[in-house]
């Protein structure tokens, strides 16, 4: 497409054409790779498969709308996979181990999470650490938490808590498809139709010029990584009704994909960069590139290469499509 | 050469893809010919059956086995693993593979989904549970990453009326859904343990235990089984329970620290897998305490070496492709009519020394 007009574009206009490329071409790759699945396995376009997929999408969806945001600012979160950890098995705890309502026992858990989440922004923006450092450490720190909340056993949900992942809403749409599409709505009017929105860009593009212009710096990151808190909260609660199971050492290296899905969805490591269909995008190529592997049968043990292969490849015929730099 | 280059990166992605999928779609050809042909046939059969089967799909153990339970006329085999990188389950995969592509090739199954790779982890197993359910697939071998986490795939796919096989682990409702389960009495393992290091302590003292990941079942009754033993005995004493996750490394840490700790009263370092044992003899041996007694669970290359090499004193094989074997049995002879005798198949343990290592060291 018109790669060459970028030049002549200016300001507004030119970071409007620049939006626009971004969802166009990562949806270019995303048919691409329907059309390509889908020959080798028709099954693939089966209204069960789609379902499944989306289904199976929803918790690294809520990982990678958070990550998106811990990303924008130029940081990372690297929580998110403990936190899935912890809010389950305070959830077990709560509603299993001491009989308490479950939306009592999720409402606490995700505002278990949701507090870690502040935790991480407080110290990263507060004290000016590098969000990798912190978000490592209380990685160590949150999964620790699990452990010692649960003793390290499982704890087991009974249909109530199942329900939220393998019921549906009027008998039709699974729940988690209809968490998933609340948090995409809300993520996208927050993101690109409020100021918090144009602040968190700000910030990420340039913090100090943000700042100057009366953007608090530290309000933002704090807000960016609670919401990530926030997420990950709620993508527990999906992992626990999924699994049935409230346990320490579910949830390890979630934090992949999720920021797998940010990067194909066309956000920039320098920060400042994002769109939340973009993200939206790339959790449905990571959650394609899962059920397309087991469709197709590759063999197992290229399987791990080609999903990276897979991921880098993504990445750069989008930046080849959009005619610009992706750092 | 913007626009050159995107699209020729967009054929090389195409192509890389399906490259991936040519080999199959040879085989699947080659299949489809025998297919049709099988079809005839089933399609006659099938209409007989459908009604009856129908109703008695669920009960098929009873009658005459029902092998194509969704009645399409192809029998389809998923395979969840329970990861690709553990040495124990290295040589499972490796059966499973060389096995079904062999049932493919000679028909007497249609096809099957190659491995799906569980990753140790109970959502992504629910995840290849699902794929298996889209794929139509008659029968799924799952070797459960957890007892717990991974059930739901177990539930879903009887739910949707597939013949499940459960393979080395048994989830929670594995007894009451699947077809088979096909494993090893964790708890024997156990004893063999405790009695090993007993046989060789008699006097007895201080000894660590390396756990598995807490609240799989092969931990659990692992560690029963060696409770069993050890605790009528008052010489030995358990000082640290270490929460190793099967891991050789954090296990090699343990025993170190212990000998720090505990110095010359250390006598033993028992795991729940001998990854572990392995590891911690090593990190023994070189601490120049070789009369540590590290002993694990599983039969693994590296410790079957040592023992062969006089490094480590014996090791309690579990027969993963033995279990694996009789999965793939259950099947056949469900393929064939007979519905299985028994819901459990149990394949022994046997613990290895230097005096019959080389029975199982390829």
Known sequence: MAAKSEKKILGMERETFRQFMGKYGISVIMVIMIIAIAIYRPVFLSGTNIVNIITQISINGMLAFGMCLAITTGGIDL???????????????????????????????????????????????????????VTLSMQLIIRGAAQVISGGKAITFGAGVKNLYYGKLFGVIPYPIVALFVVFVIMYIMFHWTKLGRYILAVGGNANAAVASGVSEFRIKVICYTISGFLAGIAAVIMAAKTGSGQSNLGVGYETDAVAASVIGGTSFAGGIATMPGVLMGIFIVGFIYNGINLIGINANWQSIIRGAIIIGTVMLDMAINGRNRK | MKKVLAVLLAAMMVLSLAACGGKKSEETTKAAEKTTAAKEETTKAAEEKTTAAKDETTKAAEGGAIADVNNDGKIIVGYISKNLTDPFHGPINEYAKTTFDGLVADGTIDEWTGILDGNTDAPTQINCAQDCIAKKCDFVIILPAEAEASDPAVVQMSEAGINVVVVNSKTTSTDDLALAYCGSDDVYAGTLLGQWVLDNCPEGGKYIHCNGILGNSAQIQRTEGMHKVLDPHEEFEMVADEDTQWKGDLAANAATNAIAKYGDELVAVICDNDDMSSAAQSACNAAGRSDIICVGVDGNQTPLEMIKAGELGATVLQDGVGQMTAAVKVITDMVAGTAPASKEVMVDFVLVTKDNVDEYLK
């Not at chain 1, 403990?82 to 409402?107: F, H, K, Y």
């Open chain 1, 79 to 133: 929580t998110v996979g403990a936190q899935l950890a912890v809010v389950g098995v305070i959830m077990g705890q709560m509603i299993t181990n001491n009989g308490m309502p479950i939306a009592v026992g999720i409402l606490i858990g995700v505002a278990v999470s949701t507090l870690f989440g502040f935790i991480n922004g407080f110290l990263i923006a507060r004290f000016n650490m590098f969000p990798f450092v």
